[in-house]
């Protein structure tokens, strides 16, 4: 029994790496970009399949979603506006990429651009922007809301966060 010892221990780590590897491979797995060759954003967009490529988040309602398709039709996801504003900062490719957000009026994707968007909303990441593809009293442009997540002037900074909902308070934002 004692030369044996070795062989069943050898064996059980064996079968323990085996069901490990198996499992692995039946897991979802998740999707971070994709090739996309109609350059079109996805009209579906399945809850729990995609994954944010700036926090790895999975994408678990298309509310504040985005999609980043490059002019080779590669595109990427993601669950929160402000995480697409950071993500696009330091690619060397970001002229070449159409940024597409869900609208919550009107339920559609529309090219980031020429979306409004408002700037208190409890969104994933906490920057606060929902889109909307029509302008309300208070809304500010793409342009705007881009700069206010690069300088940081967002719901995830305390001291923007009472100013801007001092601001709705008013009636102002």
């Known amino acids: 029994m004692k030369k ?3 062989f069943l221990i050898v ?25 996309n060759p109609t350059k079109t954003p996805l009209k579906q967009l399945q809850i ?7 926090c790895g988040m999975v994408i678990e ?5 985005s999609q980043a398709i490059r002019d080779d039709g590669k595109s990427w996801f993601f669950h929160d506006h402000g995480d697409f504003i950071e993500w696009l900062k330091d690619k060397p ?17 529309i090219d980031a651009t020429k979306a409004f968007y408002t700037t208190t909303e409890n969104t994933p990441m906490g920057y606060g922007f929902g889109a909307y593809e029509y302008k309300k009293d208070g809304m500010i442009d793409y342009k705007t809301m881009k700069e206010r997540v690069l300088h940081g002037e967002t ?8 100013i801007l909902l ?8």
């Open 93 to 109: 490719f970001a002229s070449k990429i159409i940024i597409y957000v869900h609208t919550i009026d009107t339920n559609r994707w």
């Open 4 to 6: 044996l010892a070795p």
């Open 155 to 162: 719901m995830n900074n305390p001291k923007y966060k009472q």
């Open 61 to 65: 309602e298309t509310k504040y979603a």
């Open 11 to 35: 064996a059980l780590i064996l079968i323990i790496i085996v069901t490990i590897f198996i499992s692995l491979g039946k897991q979802k797995q998740m999707i971070v970009t994709m090739e």
């Open 48 to 54: 729990n399949k995609y994954q944010d490529a700036f």
């Open 166 to 173: 001092q601001k709705k308070e008013n009636g102002n934002g």
